[in-house]
């Protein structure tokens, strides 16, 4: 009777910081967004020249995640990259906004709209299934460095309807990064983790913004 008891408590309790840390994840989530957009502002006036140098920052700073999420004393420090990363990519992508913003702001509230469906959708499926997503996880991340190299051979090869199919692949390949992504959330209760897995769906729903920016714009850059 005791031991049911304890195990009741237990479940509760794991029940219970998982909801916290989906909660303390999704507020990340959202202060990032908010930087990425103050980040945007302030580098309206940039030359494309600073995208490559905040780009490099933005990857100094998620590499050095990787390391102070694993010290437990390290979340302060891993919370205040998340916001640089999100603010470094702002300025990274603030030339780009700007150009559809100017030419056609249509394609932004589009591209807007149909990342915010998608996260929400491929994200909820990944929540609520009971499948391990580990194996997809891996598939999407090789098919995701296949897909880097075809978007190089584009570049010097022209493929008929080829940014569009570059495009397509992008988003399948992002629909299974964000569902293992989002079942991490479920079948994890460390809040530790919060800052990265945060940083993993910023960069899920931005990839996953880009691509949709693509098929909107019918994939002039």
């Known amino acids: 009777m005791s031991s049911s008891l304890a195990y009741g408590s237990y479940g509760s309790a794991t029940q219970d910081r998982t909801r916290t840390l989906f909660g303390q994840t999704m507020g990340y989530v959202a202060v990032t967004a908010g930087f990425f957009a103050l980040g945007s502002y302030l580098g309206r006036n940039l030359s494309q020249g600073w995208t490559f140098v ?78 391990d997503l580990s194996g997809l996880a891996r598939v999407s991340f090789w098919a995701l460095v296949a897909l880097i190299v075809f978007g190089i051979v584009l570049i010097f090869v022209h493929i008929p309807h080829g940014e569009l199919i570059y495009s397509v692949l992008g988003l399948v390949i992002f629909a299974g990064l964000t569902m293992f992504d989002f079942q991490r959330l479920r079948r994890s209760s460390d809040l530790d983790s919060a800052p990265l897995i945060a940083a993993n769906i910023f960069l899920d729903a931005l990839n996953v913004f880009l691509f949709f920016l693509r098929i909107f714009s019918g994939g002039r850059d």
Request: some cysteine; charged content about 10%.
């Open 54 to 131: 905040w780009f490099i920052v933005a990857i100094a700073c998620l590499i050095t995640m990787n390391f102070t999420a694993r010290r437990s004393r390290s979340g302060s420090l891993s919370t205040v990259l998340l916001f640089v990363v999100g603010t470094a990519l702002g300025l990274a992508m603030a030339p780009l906004l700007v150009y559809y913003a100017t030419t056609s702001p249509r394609t932004l509230w589009e591209a807007g709209g149909a990342t915010a469906l998608f996260i929400a959708g491929f994200g909820a499926a990944g929540y609520a299934t009971r499948r």
